[in-house]
């Protein structure tokens, strides 16, 4: 017996009509992305590996998926080095290409090999797969989607302004309540500062990130584990655990970091944004959270995340400031801040709650019988007609027994089949029967067009 195929974990196929919901996904992003003034790229699946090391912090080098070297792989490695099974050792020698882990560091590397040609600021955006190591679960994929919008080349607040209102655009447009979480790096540089422990910074950021999956006493066990003393765990403890409204949390914190330059920065930095969305309100709910951290190394200001109030899921939407990102291809001094909405996420979300719009699943309109070559042959030509006006027509391809074209329609959910027999050819007039009442009247080609339309 064969063995029954399958695919790989963390994957997954999908069906026509789960792709129509995909699509409006997309499509409605794209759509808020063209508002805003971003323009499309796209960059290979593969990158060198040396592109992607180092940029994601230890556990995102970890969860990079490397592709090993074409033709004889092991021939420049040793038998005792194959014995030691030292994997890192050998990945590197495996391996010289990685499948990507985001769009952003790609990106990064696009803009210093592409910089003679690109105006600044760029304000760019792609839709494209990536691809991640990491244990499947309800919400977390090994290949999923990112829909990223990224502006490099301008210091300005103004493009964290615009970012925030661009993500309350798209939540608003498909109906999905949401909170989205603001921080700010240099904030939690000036904690680390203050604690005593600035060179704890990326420990303190990746344990933290995790409050609201593993609590408190366990990230507390980590900060542990990472060399914090207990005084260093007690000062921190009151600061990111801090409640209130938005502008009382920033005046304690200014009280609290007084002492510390780049966290008063991040402060003043926080308000700016704040100021100017007084000015234009978001829809969406704006929390300040200081335990939002972005385990990636390569923020530096801004950081955001936006969460979903009505389905338990993690960050459907992510981003922030990244100023020294280029800079590691040898393009430094070039600011960037961008976002990047989980489309598989949201796929879940839209799901859950039921908010695609009728009409955004695209289905064909109207079927038309197939009574036989001669009748074939009109429905043909008033397909084409229909087609020309915009309207989505199939024409069922044999001359089989009109229960079995029925259940097609019924199947595929198609709302009005046509029946053209020799009366209809005779009088020019077509025979249209709702599939939902079963209701059936004869229209004109026209006045097909017209109802299908509106």
Request: glycine share 8%; charged share 25%.
């Amino acid at each position: 017996m064969a063995t029954k195929p399958s695919i790989p974990k963390g994957t997954r196929d999908f069906s026509p009509e789960e792709m129509a919901k995909r699509n409006y996904i997309f499509n409605t992003i794209r759509e808020v992305f063209h508002l805003f003034g971003f323009q499309q790229i796209e960059t290979p699946s593969m990158e060198n590996l040396s592109t992607l090391m180092g940029k994601y912090g230890e556990e995102g080098d970890k969860l990079l998926f490397k592709v090993l070297n074409s033709g004889d792989f092991l021939s420049g490695v040793t038998d005792s080095e194959l014995s030691e099974r030292n994997t890192n050792r050998l990945a590197a020698q495996l391996c010289e290409k990685g499948l990507r882990y985001d769009l952003t560091v790609p990106f990064a590397r696009y803009v210093v090999m592409h910089r003679g040609e690109l105006s600044f600021p760029f304000k760019r955006y792609q839709i494209q797969p990536v691809w991640r190591a990491d244990r499947p679960q309800k919400g977390r994929y090994r290949e999923f989607y990112q829909c990223d919008a990224d502006v490099v080349g301008s210091d300005s607040l103004i493009n964290e302004v615009e970012l925030l209102q661009l993500m309350d655009e798209v939540y608003a447009r498909f109906g999905i309540r949401v909170a989205i979480k603001l921080n700010n790096r240099k904030i939690l540089s000036g904690i680390a500062e203050i604690i005593g422990a600035p060179e704890k910074i990326v420990d303190i950021t990746v344990a933290i990130d995790k409050l609201d999956k593993i609590g408190l006493d366990n990230v507390n066990a980590e900060l542990r584990e990472k060399g914090l003393d207990e005084e260093a765990i007690a000062r921190l403890q009151p600061i990111i655990l801090l409640e209130g409204e938005n502008r009382a949390k920033l005046a304690t914190l200014r009280t609290a970091l007084a002492a510390s330059e780049v966290g008063i920065k991040g402060i003043d930095e926080l308000e700016y944004i704040l100021d100017k969305l007084d000015k234009s309100p978001l829809r969406a709910t704006l929390d300040i959270d200081l335990t939002l951290a972005r385990g990636l190394n390569y923020y530096t200001g801004a950081i955001v995340e936006v969460k979903a109030l009505d389905v338990t899921i993690g960050s459907i939407t992510g981003g922030g400031r990244y100023d020294n990102l280029t800079g590691v291809f040898g393009m430094p001094g070039v600011s960037g801040v961008g976002i990047s909405f989980g489309a598989d996420r949201i796929y879940d979300v839209l799901n859950q709650l039921d908010l695609y719009p009728t009409d955004s699943l695209l289905t064909t309109q109207i079927l038309f019988v197939n009574f036989g070559e001669k009748e074939m042959e009109s429905c043909m030509g008033f397909a084409a007609h229909l087609r020309a006006c915009g309207v989505r027509v199939e024409l069922y391809p044999e001359a089989a027994k009109m229960k079995k074209q029925m259940g097609y329609a019924d199947t595929k959910k198609i709302p009005y089949v046509a029946l053209v027999g020799e009366n209809e050819i005779a009088s020019g007039k077509i025979a249209i029967k709702n599939m939902t009442t079963g209701e059936q009247q004869q229209l004109s080609i026209e006045e097909v067009a017209d109802m299908l339309k509106a």
